[in-house]
């Protein structure tokens, strides 16, 4: 729960969207649909992807510059604690969304 609080609503719907949006993802080798509700995860969510990842990345960083920046022990952990929460959910959406932009170039 202090994990939750410490990255704010910001943080938290950023990266609760990475997440929803690599649940959504589609097959590998499947194609575009371009209608209904299949444009989600066949159009929206692969083009979103590296989008969430960047800004999740850019986060990370800032959160690194904070951290070495913090005044007392506590703020370093705090915002140390945000960067690898951050970096363990772009490694998690990379791994999950990796076979599905490798059946792409093929």
Do not use: N
Not at 21 to 50: C, F, K, N, Q
Not at 70 to 92: D, F, H, N, P, S
């Amino acid at each position: 729960m202090q994990l939750i609080k410490d990255l704010g609503l910001l943080r938290f719907c950023l990266l609760g969207l990475a997440v929803v949006d690599t649940l959504a993802r589609p097959e590998p080798g499947s194609y575009p649909i371009h209608h209904g509700w299949e444009v989600i995860p066949t159009l929206v969510a692969p083009a979103a992807m590296p989008i969430l990842l960047m800004v999740i990345l850019f986060d990370a960083l800032m959160s690194k510059i904070r951290s070495s920046d913090a005044e007392t022990e506590q703020g370093r952990l705090k915002y140390r604690r945000i960067m690898l929460t951050e970096l363990a959910v772009v490694a998690l959406s990379l791994v999950l969304w990796l076979p599905y932009f490798m059946a792409i170039g093929k």
